[in-house]
């Protein structure tokens, strides 16, 4: 580590002064302070035993897809009567998810239009009370 450095994970004045000043500003930024000054050494080595957990994660779930091959379930097995027949069954529930999609499509568009309705009404009905009451038309909004 660099032992020049003014901020060090070391008791150094400067380190002491930004820990206090932490604990009067905002006691939590104190505490990091005082973490970072008695574990701060230790931070290099945390880092790549992160980052090698992280790729070992990563690495087993490369594993479980086959290297760039696709997914696991997609893979030929060998037999090709079950393979035939995962693949129809697939293709099936692919055209099935699309066909939901659609619907999903068609409801939304339904209950925007239905809401947009409701609220022109409740405008249109607005306006009629506001005008019957006397006040008499909004300026700038068109009477209906």
């Known amino acids: 580590m660099n032992q020049s450095a003014l901020i060090r994970p070391d008791w150094t004045p400067a380190t002491i002064a930004l820990m206090v ?3 009067v500003v905002f006691w939590p930024l104190g505490l990091a302070m005082l973490a970072y000054i008695i574990f701060g050494d230790r931070l290099k080595s945390f880092r790549k035993d992160a980052n090698d957990a992280v790729d070992g994660v990563f690495a087993s779930c490369r594993s479980a897809f086959g290297r760039g091959k696709g997914p696991a379930f997609r893979r030929a097995t060998g037999n090709v009567a079950f393979d035939d ?13 699309r066909k939901l999609d659609e619907m999903r499509e068609e409801f939304d568009s339904y209950v925007r239009e239905l809401r947009r309705a409701k609220d022109q009404e409740e405008f249109d009905r607005f ?3 506001r005008r019957n009451e006397g006040k008499g038309d909004v300026p700038g909004f068109p009477a209906t």
């Open 21 to 23: 000043l932490g604990f």
């Open 127 to 129: 306006m009629r009370e």
């Open 85 to 97: 027949w995962r693949d129809a069954e697939l293709s099936r529930l692919d055209e099935e998810r």
